[in-house]
């Protein structure tokens, strides 16, 4: 059973940072490209960055270029996204999302709340 | 990016009722289009993929068609169940933007 679960998530002042974890199960990360989304309280769902299947190409919406990294440990099979320089509009839920081999997100995590607050 | 725009933000409507969402593109995204469910604290849910095929077990009263640049999402026959937010995305170009969501209540 495929099973993504985020940790991580936390209250954090601006201009701080947070490391946020999935840790994967049921799939071999290295197949699938992986994807992070989050979403404000109360507003839509945001496309926030991505990272290949064999890792070797990233991607990142324009608002976080140089703040977020992803990245993934294969033998821990889990996926990270290293925030810093955090503002107060990045606070949201941040969810971990597995892509199918459709391009769609079948699997998502329970999601992580980051508060960026002072 | 491609920009994906959905109609109606919201909409009420009662236990049977058929719903429809329309959901249209900045450009053509030959049919790379889904739709999520998601209702409230949850994690969306997959419910159709590449425009038209069903996640497994996902009701048949879903259904989803299009091309080019419009696509919909129809609910034949509404449950009490199925009242949440609906989301399109395509998945055509990096960025697999998101559409703002179309908000399901009762009537």
């Known amino acids: 059973e495929v099973q993504l679960v985020e940790s991580g998530g936390g209250l954090v002042q601006p201009g701080g940072s947070l490391r946020l974890s999935c840790s994967a199960s049921g799939f071999t990360l290295t197949t699938y490209s992986m994807h992070w989304v989050r979403q404000a309280p109360g507003e839509g769902l945001e496309y926030v960055s991505a990272i290949s299947n064999n890792g070797v190409s990233t991607y990142y919406t324009d608002s976080v270029k140089g703040r977020f990294t992803i990245s993934r440990d294969n033998s821990k099979n889990t996926l990270y996204l290293q925030m810093s320089s955090l503002r107060i509009e990045d606070t949201a839920v941040y969810y971990c999302?597995?892509?199918?081999?459709?391009?769609?997100?079948?699997?998502w995590g329970q999601g992580t709340l980051v508060t960026v607050s002072s | 990016d491609i920009q994906m725009t959905q109609s109606p933000s919201s909409l009420s409507a009662s236990v049977g009722d058929r719903v429809t969402i329309t959901c249209r593109a900045s450009?053509?995204?030959?049919?790379?289009l889904n739709w999520y469910q998601q209702k409230p604290g949850k994690a969306p849910k997959l419910l159709i993929y590449v425009t038209s095929t069903l996640q497994g077990g996902v009701p048949s009263r879903f259904s989803g068609s299009g091309s080019g640049t419009d696509y919909t999402l129809t609910i034949s026959s509404l449950q009490p169940e199925d009242f949440a937010t609906y989301y399109c995305q395509q998945t055509y170009i990096t960025p697999w933007t998101f559409g703002q969501g179309t908000k399901v209540e009762i009537k």
């Open positions: 999302v597995k892509s199918s081999l459709r391009a769609a997100f079948d699997y």
């Open positions: 450009q053509s995204i030959t049919t790379y």
